[in-house]
């Protein structure tokens, strides 16, 4: 099915540890974004692409980095856990620059560190 | 600066009953845009509706409608004939007009239908 999936569903990590969350989109989106969805704080954007190679930071980036190398890919990678960074991670990608396109969002990554 | 505002925190219902969402917006763009969003309990977020500002027309969709009126900067979801299914976090969401295109979230509003 045609959509934005994100792999995996559920990590549990260990403090220090690194990971990569992947994110990919069959649409041909040329935007694409991490948010993190947290009890109280409502989704916060951590950084987000407006096209291949092309990436910058949300409100939220510290810890996190991204690369965009295809249209298809938005990888999210923690460079050492921290427990402030458990959450659940949602990836959200939407057709070109216009504003009034609906933004799709992945299944969501539900990541606990330890 | 832009805001949403999502005052009812959680509702409850008995399936069939009506329910309206409330949800209140602040932006001075002149030209925006504004989603509602549904999360049911698996946590996925599934897009509802988008509306323009320039298009102030109530949409219906089957059991659902949507009020958007620019004098009182609300756009309120209403749920007609309820079912247990439409039990989740509804969101309602204003995407910031820069390079960003960051969605700026309301707190959501936690609707329990009930058999």
């Known amino acids: 099915n045609a959509g934005v999936t994100q792999t995996p569903k559920f990590q549990v990590l260990k403090t220090g540890q690194s990971m990569t969350l992947q994110c990919a989109q069959d649409?041909?989106?040329?935007?694409m974004s991490w948010y993190r969805q947290d009890p109280g704080m409502g989704l916060r954007l951590i950084h987000y692409s407006v096209g291949a190679g092309i990436t910058d930071q949300g409100e939220v980036p510290n810890g996190y980095n991204v690369s965009r190398s295809t249209t298809e890919d938005f990888p999210l990678r923690l460079l050492s856990a921290a427990p402030s960074q458990t959450s659940v991670y949602f990836c959200?990608?939407?057709?070109?620059?216009?504003?009034?396109?609906?933004?799709?969002f992945g299944s969501g990554t539900r990541l606990t560190v330890v | 600066a832009q805001k949403v505002t999502q005052a009812q925190t959680e509702i409850s219902v008995v399936e069939k009953e009506d329910v309206t969402l409330d949800c209140v917006y602040e932006?001075?763009?002149?030209?925006?845009?504004l989603f509602w969003y549904k999360q049911p309990p698996s946590g996925e977020l599934v897009f509802l509706i988008r509306r323009n500002s320039f298009d102030e027309q109530n949409e219906i969709s089957g059991r659902y409608s949507w009020n958007f009126q620019k004098s009182t900067s609300s756009f309120n979801f209403t749920i007609t004939a309820s079912q247990v299914v439409d039990s989740a976090v509804y969101f309602c969401a204003l995407p910031r007009v820069d390079s960003s295109y960051k969605l700026i979230f309301g707190s959501g509003t936690r609707l329990l239908v009930r058999p």
């Open positions: 959200a990608s939407r057709p070109g620059l216009i504003f009034n396109y609906g933004y799709t």
């Open positions: 649409m041909n989106h040329e935007y």
């Open positions: 932006t001075r763009d002149t030209t925006y845009y």
